[in-house]
């Protein structure tokens, strides 16, 4: 009992960290501009789409496509940003919400064109595919590298946004945006800078994600819905509540799929559910 | 306030939606199809268009009415009149009950919580599969026909059923559109802190437009149980909430007539282009999407009432 709880959260903890890479850009870049980007997830499509293409058609070692993976999820979500969705920052949240999605459809369709709808998988080097055996419980190394990865990120996210001048000007902007553009900070540029750096993450997040979930096209509605939960519990603008909101959802995910399978993803409904309706701007949002 | 008559324009609209059964009774069936989508999509008009609530979830309510229709032709009797009444009153219920809570969300969480309503119900009826049949569907019931007419295969009281219904809504939403009360409504959706202050019970009234969409959807399911005789799980899933809305923006939001014309467009565009290849039906409705709301941010209806304004 207590080394399958111990392996449990192992697991789940691992899997909140995938989440927590592919939804912290979208927490921080909704409280920047209160723009509801549903196509988060198609940025973490595309890094996952790069690291595919690169590993299992060019040959490149796995390890050297991650960094590829964020480049081309930023670069894409950069030009995205730059040409349609900065002209929606005014809409009404509606608005936003459907043309994100007709980006996701879009997106969806163009990916089933170009790789077929088939599951893709990728070749990880052999060092990562074994496990680890300590006292009864199993720790596959990969997850013990993907929390290595999701620990440092966070550690080197913490330190961008409260040590540096850039951070001080990204949380200027969550916290008052008009404020912000009072004192001469140029918060369009800031958040170009912080869209890119999000999308980027989800890229990484995507491409990590293949060895875990396997890859089709449907990946960005997929996991959609798991990103939103994060956002929504964790609040807006917050690296930690994203952090903490992750590491939740993936252990009870874990949990509920380990102790519960007859009742799916009930159990993760019902805690946002229940979370929401408690704190309706997340656990740790401001606003 | 506009006029509350029935127009020309609108007599001759629906005499338009009588066609089908001369012009192409091939597609009766897909035409019933359309008939219960534009009353699902005019049920979400009454909370999205007219009370300004955003719904990811909506199609909660059609799944208890379809769901409810299919419980009662299997195990007790297949009128379908009574059965409809009863799958409204149902979903009516939840609706009322689901009200309390929605109502005082906006933004983010109100899509969240709406969504995360709809999700549960869905996982609800796919774990109680003693119930509802689980993921093959509640089947082995046939409903044979609504007072003393026959669902066949070429599917004509099926449309009139269909159509019929939707006409009987269509006149109640459109009196509740025209009273005071949908006066209110709209007051709210423009300016929700200004209502209370005028005295306008604001909570009361979003809740009572609330009851009355989830009724409609609920009528909408049981319609499509008794035209099909099956119900799926599909009638609960998030893809059928997302579609109604996408529906409804394309034909335009706040009209009535918005939800039935963006389910034909949507409805005939699916069945011809499907039929070459469903992958990249995606592909066109995206489009389609990002080109409404970055060109028509009124829908298709908008858009022509503008320009038919505009040379004045």
Same mark, same amino acid.
């Given at each position: 009992m207590f080394a399958s709880l111990a392996g449990v959260l192992f697991d789940g903890f691992a899997y909140g960290m995938l989440l927590f890479l592919l939804s912290v850009g979208l927490s921080v870049t909704l409280g920047m501009? /209160? #723009?509801? /980007?549903?196509?988060h997830c198609s940025f973490a499509m595309v890094g996952a789409y790069a690291t595919f293409s690169l590993a299992a058609r060019h040959g490149w070692p796995f390890l050297a496509t991650l960094p590829m993976a964020f480049v081309a999820a930023a670069v894409i979500s950069i030009i995205l940003e730059r040409t349609l969705y900065r002209r929606l920052y005014r809409s009404s949240d509606l608005d936003q919400c459907l043309f994100t999605i007709g980006i996701v459809f879009i997106s969806i369709a163009v990916y089933a064109w170009f790789y077929t709808t088939e599951q893709q998988s990728v070749q990880v080097p052999e060092w990562l595919k074994g496990a680890q055996h300590v006292g009864g419980t199993t720790f596959a190394n990969y997850r013990i590298f993907l929390i290595v990865i999701g620990l440092a990120i966070t550690a080197a996210l913490v330190l961008l946004v409260e040590r540096t001048r850039f951070g001080a000007q990204v949380r200027a902007a969550v916290d008052n945006q008009r404020m912000a553009r009072g004192l001469g900070i140029d918060v369009d540029r800031a958040f170009m800078f912080t869209f890119a750096l999000g999308g980027g993450l989800a890229g990484l997040g995507g491409a990590l994600s293949i060895q875990m979930v396997g890859l089709d096209p449907t990946f960005a509605l997929a996991y959609l819905v798991y990103v939103l939960i994060v956002v929504a519990v964790g609040g807006l603008g917050s690296i930690g509540g994203s952090f903490a909101a992750a590491v939740v959802l993936g252990i009870s995910d874990m949990a509920g799929k380990y102790? #519960?399978?007859?009742l799916g993803a009930f159990l993760i409904y019902l805690v946002m559910v229940a979370l929401l309706m408690w704190r309706p701007l997340g656990l740790f949002g401001k606003r | 306030m506009e006029n509350a008559k029935f127009r020309t324009l609108e007599y001759v609209f629906w005499a338009c939606l009588l066609l089908p059964f001369v012009v192409t009774p091939a597609y009766l069936s897909l035409a019933s199809q359309i008939a219960v989508t534009s009353l699902f999509a005019l049920s979400l008009d009454l909370i999205l268009g007219y009370a300004g609530i955003v719904s990811l979830g909506h199609a909660a309510f059609f799944g208890v009415g379809a769901y409810t229709a299919g419980l009662i032709a299997k195990h007790y009797w297949t009128e379908p009149l009574s059965g409809l009444l009863i799958a409204g009153l149902c979903s009516g219920i939840v609706g009322y009950a689901l009200s309390h809570i929605v109502v005082r969300f906006r933004h983010l969480a109100l899509i969240m919580l709406t969504m995360g309503f709809g999700l549960l119900l869905a996982e609800a009826a796919n774990s109680a599969s003693d119930l509802t049949g689980g993921a093959d569907g509640l089947q082995g019931f046939h409903v044979p026909g609504v007072l003393g007419f026959k669902f066949d295969m070429f599917g004509r009281a099926a449309y009139a059923y269909a159509l019929a219904v939707l006409f009987v809504s269509f006149l109640v939403a459109r009196r509740v559109i025209h009273s005071p009360f949908g006066l209110a409504l709209r007051g709210i959706r423009e300016n929700a802190v200004r209502m209370p202050a005028i005295g306008a019970p604001s909570l009361a009234h979003l809740r009572k437009a609330y009851t009355i969409a989830a009724v409609m959807a609920g009528i909408a399911g049981a319609v499509l149980t008794h035209t099909t005789s099956t119900v799926s799980l599909e009638t609960l899933s998030f893809g059928r909430s997302a579609d109604v809305l996408v529906i409804l923006i394309l034909g335009g939001a706040?009209?009535?007539y918005g939800g039935i014309v963006g389910a034909i467009i949507y409805m005939v565009a699916r069945d011809q282009f499907s039929g070459v290849n469903?992958?990249?039906?995606y592909f066109w409705i995206g489009l389609l999407l990002v080109a409404v709301v970055m060109f028509l941010p009124n829908g298709i209806l908008g858009g022509l009432s503008a320009l038919r304004k505009k040379p004045q």
């Open positions: 501009m /209160n #723009f509801v /980007n549903l196509a102790y #519960f399978p007859w | 706040g009209r009535l469903p992958q990249y039906w």
